[in-house]
């Protein structure tokens, strides 16, 4: 064989190895990443529809290349969060009102009489607490929001009825953030944190005369089978959620599979704000059909509520945190007026 024979050959040969690195290229860099996600348990809420959704709407907006796996035994809810940022959890779906004993700007929606309904969370979200918030997330838990949403408004179920600001006098109470606790000790009521599994077995035990939570798990764990009581006192009415990706995780996946599940969990954000007031009537709705009628305070009681004798206990408790951790309580609270249109102070 001469040279040239030899030369081709040898040639030929580079470029089959080279031919199938090149094709092996693309399959390396979509390698599949896997993900879990914990999440709280929550049945009947968005919250529970939209965290359920998410593996399907990830898979598809990647063609596959994101698994995320949704559980909700890996960790207790109360460190739902600080497992994204330790690492034992890759994403999560966080309660910022869990978190606001150690960050009071994550519980300013639980402040007495200050935001009221979704339509107002939502305009002090765009205006500027998202944002505000999503640094948060980032420099304090080391985590990147990829959407929010909030689960359905806050009802009291009790045993027996509390229609009057005096009927809330003894009354033992579970709560699930500082500020209502705050509140319900200046009414003469006793406070209890408690985990939503627990909830259950307290009241048939006599532990809790009743219980604030969101309308629609309230309403699909049939608390009103023993609290047959629902009322809505505008007390902590709102309670957000956000979906959470640990920041090292994110920031190690490629660029364009990033911009996919941005643009799915965009969706999931629209949806989860765009369906919840359905989520709220179906909840209601439910228990008319079962002889519990919901109750709403009218404005002279809500306002008797939020009288500053019984809110103002809240607020200093917040301002007063909000001043450990080196921030302005007053113009916060005063930019969420703002937002809403109303009158600062």
């Not at 910022?96 to 200050?114: K, Q, W």
């Not at 956000?242 to 941005?262: F, H, S, T, Y």
């Amino acid at each position: 064989m001469d040279f040239d024979s030899k030369a081709r050959r040898l040639l030929a040969g580079a470029a089959l190895v080279f031919g199938a690195l090149g094709a092996a290229a693309p399959a390396m860099a979509q390698k599949k990443i896997e993900l879990t996600m914990g999440i709280i348990v929550s049945p009947g809420d968005a919250y529970s529809a939209m965290t359920a959704s998410v593996p399907e709407r990830v898979r598809k907006a990647t063609n596959g290349r994101v698994e995320v796996t949704v559980s909700d035994s890996l960790v207790a809810p109360a460190q739902i969060a600080s497992a994204v940022r330790d690492g034992r959890l890759p994403m999560s779906a966080s309660l910022h009102t869990y978190l606001a004993a150690d960050e009071p700007r994550m519980g300013i929606f639980n402040l007495p009489g200050l935001i009221n309904n979704i339509e107002e969370y939502q305009k002090v979200r765009d205006a500027f607490w998202a944002k505000d918030v999503a640094k948060i997330w980032e420099d304090k838990w080391g985590a990147v929001v990829l959407a929010e949403g909030a689960w359905c408004p806050t009802r009291l179920f009790s045993k027996t009825p509390i229609r009057t600001v005096e009927d809330f006098k003894n009354k033992r109470v579970r709560v699930h953030n500082p500020q209502t606790a705050a509140q319900m000790n200046a009414l003469g009521a006793k406070p209890t944190p408690m985990a939503t599994t627990e909830i259950m077995p307290a009241l048939e035990r006599g532990v809790i005369d009743g219980v604030f939570i969101s309308t629609c798990v309230g309403g699909a764990m049939e608390f009103w089978r023993i609290a047959k009581y629902v009322q809505d006192w505008g007390v902590g009415a709102i309670t957000g959620w956000a979906i959470l990706i640990n920041k090292a995780e994110w920031e190690g996946m490629p660029a364009d599979v990033r911009e996919q599940v941005r643009g799915a969990m965009a969706e999931l954000q629209k949806d989860a704000f765009g369906t919840y007031n359905a989520f709220v009537e179906k909840a209601l709705d439910n228990m008319r059909k079962n002889g519990v009628e919901p109750w709403t305070a009218s404005p002279e009681l809500r306002a008797a509520i939020n009288d500053p004798k019984y809110a103002q206990p809240a607020f200093d408790s917040w301002l007063s945190r909000a001043k450990e951790v080196g921030v302005d309580g007053p113009a916060y609270v005063n930019q969420v007026r703002a937002a809403l249109g109303r009158a600062t102070q």
